[in-house]
């Protein structure tokens, strides 16, 4: 049999990628339309409170998402022990994942709170920086759901339990309008809150969603929960944990950092530049949503495979990930670029901000091929237990190449926003071709487990 013909993956194999991946991707919606939610009530108030609440938003993501990458480290130690058919470490890995949530809400709570003189010396205006520090420190009491939620998502992912986690997410935001209409707009007889109104209700429906998760899966999660295991809270284990997942959340941190500061860059060049940026970010944000999705099937299916010992199976999986994620985006960027004035016109009405969206839509359709097959990859090499490596590739791709390229491109060269935008594009590129080949050389030969308990 040719080298191809073994890396080809079955029939079964990419059908359960795109049967695990689809609804992980409905999940990564939901989960972002809190937010949007938000966003778009306060845009009903003033235009204060819906610069407050982006911005305060805005704080909360980068922020949260060191957590959030933190507790990825769950997919390649629950998802190779679901392979292994080793059910002890599963229920350790479910007990020491919810203590791990712990410590997260309790680092990025502190780092909640000094958001009003973060705003301020990051030279936010005046009268939106204390309304976005108060709706950021409302976010706290939410902190701790938020976290383990997405600590029982990455197990249940690894089960291959995924419609609870989507019924979670739809109740959630049914929450989130409801507690948004009474607690903004002042219904019900409540005093209208305005941007701290709205912070306080998505705490409240992160409590919501977090405890349907829970009850409409404990079933699966009691016998991983009950009887809590000494072990679990041995620190040696927690701490190789800990060592495993902090390459995850810089990484996650450095790609959301790099896509801050060319924002950031973009309002320099005006409003109009910074509309624009927006509206062409937002239609590739939504399209990333599916190799997002793919990724965390591909780091699923890769850790089941070497947790059976079954490389060759790994290998298969990371060729359908990337087979049906790299798919979807090239036929998302061939929307992007015949019809990037249509897609424009669906945001705005302003002819300039429509032109520069234009201009930037068709780069985005070349960008996003790339971040599928970097986010893809990665994601296989967190199944198999290999962070370190790719978060130095990925720091690099984006901080030494994506973003001095940019503003090269962009000021140096005077050629404005879409500098900005080649430049993410060459970043994005380095990023995929590195990891791609840091998956050939990582999966090339025998992957073991990885080592958590000794």
């Known amino acids: 049999m040719t080298d191809i013909a073994r890396l080809r993956p079955t029939v079964a194999e990419l059908r359960e990628m795109a049967r695990l991946a689809a609804p992980i991707a409905l ?136 419609r609870p986690i989507l019924i979670a997410v739809v109740v959630g935001n049914l929450a989130n309008v409801a507690l948004n209409w009474v607690l903004v707009f002042g219904h019900l007889g409540f005093v209208p809150g305005g941007v701290t109104g709205s912070s306080q209700g998505t705490a409240i429906a992160r409590w919501i969603m977090f405890g349907v998760l829970l009850y409409s899966c404990w079933p699966v999660l009691r016998p991983r929960l009950i009887p809590w295991r000494r072990e679990s809270l041995q620190v040696a284990p927690l701490w190789r944990m800990f060592l495993l997942g902090a390459p995850i959340a810089t990484q996650l941190f450095a790609e959301a950092g790099a896509f801050g500061i060319v924002t950031v860059m973009a309002g320099w060049m005006g409003i109009t530049t910074l509309a624009g940026h927006e509206i062409a970010l937002t239609l590739a944000a939504l399209t990333f949503m599916v190799p997002m999705g793919v990724a965390a099937a591909a780091a699923v299916m890769v850790g089941h495979a070497i ?6 199976a790994s ?42 969206a234009t201009t930037l839509i ?76 840091r998956v050939r050389v990582k999966l090339g030969g025998a992957v073991g487990r990885v080592a958590i308990d000794g």
């Open 27 to 162: 999940v990564n919606v939901g989960l972002q339309a809190m937010g949007f939610v938000d966003v778009l009530m306060l845009g009903r108030v003033s235009a204060v409170d819906l610069a407050a609440a982006a911005l305060g938003n805005f704080y909360f993501f980068v922020t949260s998402i060191i957590g959030i990458g933190m507790l990825m480290v769950l997919d390649p130690v629950v998802a190779q022990a679901v392979g292994a058919r080793d059910e002890a470490a599963v229920a350790r890995g479910v007990q020491r994942g919810l203590l791990l949530s712990l410590g997260v809400t309790a680092v990025i709570a502190l780092a909640f709170i000094p958001a009003s003189a973060v705003l301020a010396l990051l030279g936010q205006p005046v009268e939106v920086t204390p309304l976005a520090a108060s709706y950021v420190r409302w976010c706290i009491p939410g902190l701790l759901p938020f976290f383990a939620f997405n600590a029982l998502r990455q197990v249940l992912q690894a089960l291959t339990r995924v």
């Open 307 to 312: 947790g059976a010992g079954d490389v060759a």
């Open 362 to 437: 068709p780069i985005a359709g070349v960008f996003q091929v790339f971040d599928g097959a970097q986010v893809i990859s990665a994601a296989i090499l967190r199944g198999a237990g290999d962070t370190r490596v790719p978060m130095i590739l990925h720091t690099l791709s984006f901080w030494a190449v994506g973003i001095p390229l940019g503003a090269v491109i962009a000021f140096g060269l005077n050629a404005g926003a879409p500098g900005l935008w080649w430049g993410l594009t060459a970043g994005l590129a380095a990023a995929a071709v590195l990891q791609l080949a």
């Open 315 to 356: 290998r298969r999986d990371a060729v359908a990930a990337l087979a049906v994620g790299v798919g979807f985006m090239a036929a998302m960027a061939l929307v992007f670029w015949v019809l990037p004035g249509t897609l424009a016109a669906a945001f705005t009405t302003d002819p300039a901000t429509r032109l520069m």
